[in-house]
């Protein structure tokens, strides 16, 4: 089955610095990869998603990219604002929607 | 247009109870997808289900847990003769479609505790 690892664990930035996470998988056959924000008691949030058709996608402050043959893909934040402060996970999909997700970030931007 | 609505957000049973968890899924998706969410660890899929038909239940454990997706009313996830190891956050999707991997909008969990 696919297997999704994600690092780093935690992350520590300052307030407008830049933070990069990044995701490896396993299975060839996955074709989507969400990334979700969850906050402290919350369910996960889409935040920003990318198919394997395209190799990067950028939405304001957030871009995520993807590289299909060494596979792996990554997030990144620029300008982070203490409100991103959450926890990050990657996630692979295919065509059922049956994500396998990393482990997690734990981002801290600090003031 | 309301998003994922789980219920009970907290749920607390004694070991041996059954635990009934209950999820709607937005208007307009028939696809729900049930995972489980260990303390400080990511999600892990449990069942993918669509109106009236388990598509792909292999995350599930063998014994005590099944789910359901009837024709009217929400999605529910049962674990009989819970154990303290059930103790998770359990989470509910939906998407609008499957055959393509597509957008899935997580509700916001119900936790449930063993005691």
């Known amino acids: 089955g696919e297997n999704v690892e994600q690092h780093p664990s935690t992350l520590s930035v300052q307030e407008g610095d830049s933070a990069v996470i990044k995701c490896t998988y396993s299975d060839s056959a996955s074709n989507y990869f969400p990334w979700y924000k969850q906050e402290l008691g919350k369910g996960p949030q889409l935040i920003i998603d990318i198919r394997s058709n395209v190799g990067e996608k950028k939405d304001q402050r957030i871009a995520v990219t993807l590289n299909k043959t060494a596979k792996h893909f990554s997030l990144h934040i620029t300008e982070t604002q203490p409100e991103d402060s959450a926890v990050y996970f990657c996630?692979?999909?295919?065509?059922?929607?049956?994500?396998?997700f990393g482990s997690g970030t734990k981002l801290n931007v600090k003031p | 247009n309301a998003g994922v609505m789980q219920n009970p957000r907290h749920l607390v049973r004694r070991r041996g109870q059954e635990a009934r968890l209950r999820c709607s899924p937005m208007k307009g998706h028939s696809h729900v997808y049930w995972y489980r969410q260990l303390p400080e660890e990511g999600l892990k899929f449990m069942v993918y289900?669509?109106?009236?038909?388990?598509?792909?239940e292999s995350g599930m454990p063998k014994e005590r847990f099944s789910a359901e997706f009837p024709k009217e009313g929400p999605s529910i996830l049962r674990i009989q003769q819970v154990v303290r190891g059930d103790s998770a956050a359990y989470f509910c999707?939906?998407?609008?479609?499957?055959?393509?991997?597509?957008?899935?909008?997580f509700g916001q969990g119900t936790r449930l505790t063993v005691v």
């Open positions: 999707a939906s998407s609008p479609s499957g055959g393509v991997a597509t957008e899935a909008f």
């Open positions: 289900l669509q109106k009236e038909n388990i598509i792909d």
């Open positions: 996630a692979a999909g295919d065509n059922f929607n049956k994500f396998y």
